[in-house]
């Protein structure tokens, strides 16, 4: 299975955007997936959870500094994982990360979102 990051960009402060992880094999028995983010000179932080609850549903838990910004969701019937992420900051600068736990853990290569002031 990989997972392949992409909606990473250039946008100004207060902008939006999108980030999709699409993985190429099934991840729907994947129990967690995440959205991890790597500033420069920092070390690799959690950024948001979703954790499957039954059919369809999912748990989502975020850090503080996103909280009521970002949105993590999944699709299952398309193996897509989203990251909604609104009203942005420069210290939202970034490297995302997708993360799946799968039979072991798997991440994807990585996309670059730059916001500027």
């Known amino acids: 299975v990989q997972l392949v990051e992409s909606g990473g960009g250039l946008v100004q402060a207060g902008g939006s955007l999108r980030l999709s992880c699409v993985a190429s094999?099934?991840?729907?028995?994947?129990?967690?997936m995440a959205w991890y983010r790597q500033a420069p000179g920092k070390e690799r932080e959690l950024v948001a959870t979703i954790i499957s609850v039954g059919s369809g549903g999912g748990r989502t838990n975020y850090v503080d500094s996103v909280k009521g910004r970002f949105t993590i969701s999944r699709d299952n019937a398309k193996n897509t994982m989203y990251l909604q992420m609104n009203s942005l900051k420069p210290e939202d600068t970034a490297v995302y990360y997708c993360?799946?736990?799968?039979?072991?853990?798997?991440w994807g290569q990585g996309t670059q979102v730059t916001v500027s002031s």
């Open positions: 094999g099934n991840t729907f028995r994947w129990n967690v």
């Open positions: 993360y799946g736990l799968g039979p072991r853990p798997y």
